[in-house]
């Protein structure tokens, strides 16, 4: 021992606290700082306020925090701190004492530094050793109770023993009381069987006399049935003949229409290709003359005779010319003018009597306006004489009149025809206010069935009945066919789409009668309030409004079951989603798709002009407040049932046009992973470091890099198997294989990655786990040494952080955000994350569909 003092005198400052760090996970784990503080505080090395500090600070939940608290304290009193620790270790803990510095401890006065006054340090002591025989006796009470409650025990045990015995006599008996009766219940059973056979007997001979009467008046029903049905068909037959004949009638007139239409195109071809070609005789003859006329111009320009004869003369051969050019122009007007005409006469390239398809329609078209330029072309003089004021609306005008004239075997008027595609019924019909001929019920769960149909209406009169499924409406709106799949349209979609019919309409139905009367069912009972069934990922917080009654916070899950509740405008019925079963939990109805669209762009503009002072105080205090929007767009999106309402007729048109790619709403789908789902930390930089941490808990495992061939790695990058390279070299990766491999296992793949892996992670339905640690400038010291080792500094992960915690939006499930605040030091926020991880593992997993 004096040989330790020597020692504590001569060490230094860092070897001494070098040997305390050595040991700090025993002193944390074996020292009450309580029974220690009273030395500390007469050494004068611990002050009133830090006692205070030590014993009742909030953050400090568990004695070794506090006593781990209290060594960062003695840690700034430099050496006499660390004097006074080992001194106090070996008056209380004396075989702590010997474990942290390897010697047996001592009381003498003599061997103590002298950091406590002779005569203080002889009164410590006494109180010590007071309070450690006070303990002593304790202990001693303590050990004479347990010896009297294991005396009492015994003897419970003995009187159990006897209970034992007891109980194993009366089950013997029990036993040779059930053999007894199992006898009996089969001689019981023996006998209830005769008497079931001959019950069966005497039934049966009962039933063969019933099913001969049957058969007998089961022949007599066929027989009249049969001839029922043979005159059904012979007059159904009958019927279809006549209506076949009647048909093959109309077909023939138009047949003979479209041939006499045809013959009359022919000659109004040859005609005007007869005409064509005088007029191009013609205008050869005065392209000849032409050339003579200048030829003699040049002449004359040539000689120079002052003579007014020869002026006169070239006068009147410049007049011939500007004549000669006024004729060349007109002729080609007239060709060109009659080419178009004549290709527009009637169907002049058809060989068949069949009227030609709109696609042939459409070529045709293009052929005459390839034609017409052609032309054009041709007939225009060499020489480039101006004929603009000859004719100037030939363009405009042949080209309206390709394009807007219709074929005459198109302007017929025909039967409407229903036409059957397996059990989807094609019917075409008047939808001038389709929705006040008829009305719907359903969804997008159950279908949208025609409810009731208007008497009088064409609806009515075409057949359409409730029971029926809307499967698809097809319908012309400003000269362009439309068309909208209803089979799994949500009921205000359905309602968007019938609403916006004019004129012809074709439906296609679909009969389901035993499918819409159960709905009627559900509806009757107020199982349901609509045939409406799907989730959403709310992009905006929501208080509760005048218009609607649901509260709801950013990145929350709905169940919406009604798009169209009755007695309310532009909202949903929806319910809060149980987080660990598919329950809902509070109802209440919220803005449907257009009008939360509008109040996302509102939230989205106040956050934009914000004052700069403003913008200080949220980021001030980003760590406790909720997230409000989360912007995602609608680019690259499938059809949903989430935004027809955006294209709705009452659609505001003084929002901007980029509000159409804002979804407040994002449809989502349920997924319930195996036990153990892949772990992700982020940001990156922190993640790396307590993955391999985490690697050594029991029931986890880091995930391990393969090293592929090219060939291998080639066709694993196509399949998107490769999750993220390594950086030692292309050959090395992490793949979908390894994660699976740890998972078929039964244990939490501790995934080292990055986002990126995400999404590949989704497509092979392995869904992990992510938490986001928030980070600052504070937090980010409390890991600075960590840092340090790894190669890293406290700015490049705060710039990780930065960088990374934006992306988290646009991942296709939720995530777990950790606060800055919730935890002190590695080890806590690492038993922080165990808990998280424990808590998420139970949840439900809500995925957005795949877009990229």
């Known amino acids: 021992n004096g040989g330790l003092c020597t020692s504590q005198s001569t060490m230094g400052d860092e070897e001494l606290w070098e040997l305390i760090n050595d040991n700090r996970h025993r002193i944390s784990l074996g020292v009450r700082p309580c029974i220690l503080i009273p030395y500390l505080r007469q050494a004068r090395v611990l002050t009133e306020m830090d006692e205070d500090e030590i014993l009742s600070c909030h953050n400090l939940t568990n004695r070794s925090m506090r006593t781990s608290h209290m060594l960062d304290l003695l840690r700034t009193q430099g050496k006499n701190g660390a004097v006074a620790l080992v001194e106090s270790l070996m008056i209380h803990y004396p075989a702590l004492y010997t474990q942290v510095t390897g010697r047996k401890p001592s009381t003498e006065p003599s061997r103590f530094s002298g950091l406590i006054k002779y005569s203080e340090l002889t009164e410590y002591l006494v109180r010590a050793v007071t309070g450690m025989q006070k303990e002593l006796q304790a202990a001693r009470d303590e050990a004479s109770k347990k010896s009297a409650r294991c005396a009492s025990l015994q003897s419970e045990i003995q009187q159990m023993k006897e209970l034992s015995e007891r109980s194993r006599c009366l089950q013997s008996e029990n036993q040779h009381m059930r053999r007894l009766l199992g006898s009996l219940q089969h001689d019981i059973t023996r006998l209830k069987d005769e008497k079931c056979d001959l019950y069966m007997r005497y039934t049966g001979a009962v039933e063969e006399k019933s099913s001969v009467n049957l058969r007998l008046h089961d022949l007599n029903l066929q027989l009249l049935e049969q001839k029922e049905c043979l005159s059904l068909q012979v007059q159904q037959l009958t019927l279809d003949c006549n209506m076949h004949q009647k048909k093959i009638t109309v077909i023939q007139n138009q047949m003979k229409e479209l041939q006499a239409e045809r013959d009359q195109a022919y000659l109004s071809r040859d005609e005007a290709q007869t005409m064509i070609a005088r007029i191009l005789a013609e205008k050869d003859t005065l392209r000849s003359q032409l050339v003579e006329l200048q030829e003699q111009v040049c002449s004359m ?222 509806l009757r009972s107020n199982e349901t309030s609509s045939g409406d069934s799907f989730y959403v990922r709310v992009n905006l917080s929501l208080p509760a409004g005048p218009n609607w009654t649901l509260a709801v916070s950013c990145n929350d899950i709905l169940h919406v079951t009604n798009t169209r509740p009755a007695g309310t405008k532009d909202s949903w019925y929806a319910s809060q989603v149980h987080p660990c079963q598919l329950l809902d939990l509070q109802s209440g109805s919220l803005p449907n798709y257009y009008r939360a669209q509008r109040l996302l762009i509102r939230a989205i503009e106040d956050m934009t002009f914000q004052t700069k002072s403003s913008q200080k105080v949220a980021r001030f205090g980003a760590g406790n407040k909720q997230k409000v929007v989360r912007i995602v767009g609608t680019g690259r999106q499938g059809r949903k049932p989430l935004w027809v309402s955006v294209e709705g007729e009452n659609s505001d048109t003084s929002a901007p046009r980029s509000c159409l790619t804002l979804m407040p709403y994002s449809l989502v789908t349920p997924h319930f992973p195996p036990v153990c789902r892949p772990v992700l930390l982020l940001p990156t930089i922190l993640g790396h470091i307590l993955s391999k941490k985490m690697a050594d808990w029991q029931g986890f495992r880091l995930c391990e890099p393969e090293v592929l061939s090219s060939s291998e790695h080639a066709a694993r990058l196509q399949r998107s198997e490769i999750l993220e390279e390594c950086d030692e070299g292309r050959s090395c990766c992490y793949t979908l294989q390894s994660v699976e491999k740890v998972m078929k296992t039964g244990t939490h793949c501790v995934l080292p990655l990055g986002l990126d892996c995400v999404r590949r992670l989704h497509r092979a339905d392995i869904f992990p786990i992510i938490i986001f640690i928030g980070q600052s400038a504070r937090s980010a010291k409390k890991l600075k040494s960590k840092l340090q080792r790894h190669s890293q500094s406290e700015e490049q992960l705060l710039a990780c952080s930065r960088s990374e915690e934006p992306l988290l939006d646009k991942l296709p499930c939720l995530y777990h955000s950790v606060a800055q605040d919730s935890w002190c030091d590695q080890n806590s926020l690492l038993t922080h994350l165990r808990t998280i991880i424990w808590e998420e593992q139970k949840k439900i997993v809500w995925a957005e569909p795949d877009l990229w």
């Not at 007239?334 to 169907?347: H, K, P, R």
């Not at 029971?467 to 012309?476: C, F, H, S, T």
Request: hydrophobic content about 35%; some cysteine.
């Open 301 to 522: 320009q040539a000689q120079r005779c002052p003579s007014k004869h020869l002026r006169r003369r070239s006068d009147l051969v410049r007049d011939h010319l500007n004549l000669t050019w006024f004729r060349i122009n007109v002729t080609s007007s007239m060709c060109i003018n009659l080419y178009v005409q004549c290709e527009d006469a009637g169907s002049v390239r058809s060989r068949n009597v069949e009227p030609p398809c709109p696609e042939s329609l459409r070529r045709r078209e293009e052929a005459f306006v390839g034609c017409r330029i052609a032309t054009v072309a041709d007939v225009r003089n060499p020489l480039s004489v101006p004929t603009r004021g000859i004719f100037p609306s030939f363009p405009h005008s042949s080209r309206s009149l390709c394009r807007t004239s219709v074929p005459p075997f198109l302007m017929r008027s025909r039967q409407k025809a229903i036409r059957v595609n397996g059990r989807v019924l094609s019917i075409s019909l008047q939808g001038e206010a389709l929705l006040q001929q008829l009305a719907v019920v359903g969804g997008n769960k159950t279908g949208v069935f025609v409810h009731q149909v208007t008497e009088g209406t064409a609806a009515h009169t075409v057949g359409i009945g409730p029971g029926a499924q809307i499967v698809e409406v097809k319908y012309e709106q400003n000269q362009k066919a439309l068309r909208m799949v209803l089979e799994d349209s949500t009921l205000e979609e359905a309602m968007w789409a019938l609403g916006q019919v004019t004129g012809l309409c074709h439906l296609s139905l679909r009969p389901r009668q035993d499918d819409y009367e159960a709905l009627l069912q559900q």
